[in-house]
């Protein structure tokens, strides 16, 4: 990436982000990615510029927070009592 080109003016967000841009792209500050990213960064260079995070690495993370819980299939006496309630409503 070009030095001093803003994230507005890509096309699309790159395959590879420094941290800054990493939480941008997840929507959170900087503090709040580093303290909760699961995400490890891979090393370009042994400088800490070098180190990005890959964008289908933290794609994978975003979708993993939406899990909904599985629904507990109802036992038949369950089914029975809501049937029973909803006929007397």
Do not use: H
Not at 64 to 88: C, H, I, T, Y
Request: hydrophobic share 35%; with cysteine.
């Amino acid at each position: 990436m070009t030095k001093g080109l803003a994230p507005a003016e890509l096309p699309g967000w790159p395959a590879a982000m420094n941290q800054q841009m990493a939480a941008a792209y997840c929507g959170l500050s900087v503090d709040t990615f580093t303290a909760t990213c699961p995400v490890s960064p891979v090393v370009i260079t042994n400088s800490r510029q070098g180190r990005r995070y890959l964008k289908t690495r933290l794609d994978e993370w975003l979708t993993s927070l939406d899990n909904p819980r599985p629904q507990r299939r109802l036992g038949v006496g369950e089914r029975l009592r809501a049937k029973g309630e909803a006929q007397r409503a």
